[in-house]
């Protein structure tokens, strides 16, 4: 399994890299700063599974909380609203 | 006599899907009968395991910490096994509004809920949600005021989620089942909030 290197409450970015095939990352959140909302667990490698590979080592996987307002510019709710992502770390870089 | 429509050619998944389950049977690994009875299982299976889970949350206060620290043990507890299910609960109060959606495709706790409703699946939702949780929950019937903050959670990869919703006002001394009668799925989605007594 590989390291949980983020910490709960740490910023993050997501990266902005467009690979082929299975991803579990959306578009929309890519390239977007946010926080370490907690640490789920590591597993599988979704995108080596897809491959039928065998997702070794496990990938930590975290929700990270982003502010709308920081996902969508011309967002017109309350400031305060947030959107949580599951992110696996490879998909993830210090702020 | 009845239509039955216009001959259309099966899709690639249905074939797919015959294939598949006819070499499991003709390999010994299922039989027919098996398939059969697990597609009823979860033809059946509704939401009302998750509206127990919200019940026992609501008489009980120190299950609801174990339910909000661990969502898939403290089902265990109720004798509900959610295999494969990471389960998060997480809390609506009268300051945070929590909704879920999946994005990327349609991940749901089936083993609580039961079969997605079909608005949950379409693109409308799934790709609405995240951008103008707001309006969504308005064409739901449920307007939040600009004071109360909307946690949107995205269930992009191993967790399932679940919506704690909050105990609707006038239901003080009512017993678990009574409460759990109020408890709908939307209301454990996020797009709408628990029944009251009079609804």
Not at chain 1, 10 to 17: D, F, K, L, M, S
């Amino acid at each position: 399994m590989a390291e949980p290197r983020f910490q709960p409450g740490e910023q993050v970015r997501v990266i902005n890299a467009l690979p082929l095939g299975h991803v579990r990352t959306p578009f929309y959140i890519r390239g977007k700063t946010g926080t370490i909302e907690r640490y789920c667990g590591s597993f599988p490698n979704p995108e080596e599974l897809a491959q039928m590979r065998d997702g070794l080592p496990a990938q930590p996987l975290y929700r990270v909380k982003f502010r709308q307002q920081e996902v969508w510019p011309d967002y017109d709710g309350s400031p305060n609203d947030v959107l949580e992502v599951e992110i696996y770390q490879h998909w993830l870089e210090k702020a | 006599m009845n239509d039955p429509g216009p001959y259309r050619p099966l899709t690639y998944f249905q074939l797919m899907e015959i294939s598949l389950r006819e070499l499991l049977v003709e390999k010994g690994v299922v039989t027919e009968g098996e398939v059969a009875e697990e597609v009823e299982a979860m033809r059946k299976r509704g939401y009302e395991r998750g509206a127990r889970v919200v019940a026992r949350a609501w008489v009980d206060p120190q299950y609801k910490e174990r339910l909000l620290a661990n969502g898939t043990k403290a089902c265990e507890e109720l004798g509900l096994e959610i295999p494969a299910l990471k389960l998060l609960v997480v809390e609506n109060t009268p300051e945070v509004h929590n909704a879920i959606v999946c994005t990327l495709c349609s991940c749901y706790p089936r083993m609580l809920l039961g079969i997605p409703p079909e608005w949950y699946k379409s693109r409308n939702y799934r790709s609405r949600m995240v951008r103008e949780p707001r309006a969504v929950l308005a064409e739901f019937g449920l307007d939040l005021p600009a004071h109360v903050t909307i946690r949107v959670h995205d269930s992009t990869a191993d967790m399932r989620y679940l919506v704690l919703p909050m105990r609707p006002a006038g239901t003080e001394g009512w017993e678990e089942e009574r409460l759990a009668a109020l408890v709908t799925r939307d209301s454990m989605i996020g797009v709408a909030v628990a029944k009251g007594p009079n609804d």
